[in-house]
């Protein structure tokens, strides 16, 4: 019995750890990546052009190429992730 929770504690923090470090790490590339044209206050303006989650995955990859950050797919995901829960917290489709 002691052995099964402390293995379901593990399990647990390991489960909950990716999410952390997305945020973390999605944070970390806007903030080194994003700021040539606009600030952190872009993805909080009231006339936001993003009305859905696709069109923030959208942007991203758009603002990305642009930025000519050169990310890969998982950073470009991080950071759509980060962007929604932070601001956006659209529904996921
Ligand atoms: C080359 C300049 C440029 C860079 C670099 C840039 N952006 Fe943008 N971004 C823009 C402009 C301009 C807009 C506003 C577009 C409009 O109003 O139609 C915008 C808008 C956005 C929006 C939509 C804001 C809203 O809610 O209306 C998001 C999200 C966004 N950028 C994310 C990013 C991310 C993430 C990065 C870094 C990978 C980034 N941008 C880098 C130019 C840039």
Redesign the pocket.
Known sequence: MKNLLSTLLIASAAISLPGYADNVSGKAL?DQ??Q???DNG??S?SN???QSYPE?QA??EF??N??K?HWADAQINQ?IEY?NDTYYKFPKP
């Open positions: 806007v990546a994003c040539q044209c606009h872009m993805y303006r936001s052009i993003l923030l942007r991203v603002c990305e642009a930025s950050a950071v962007l």
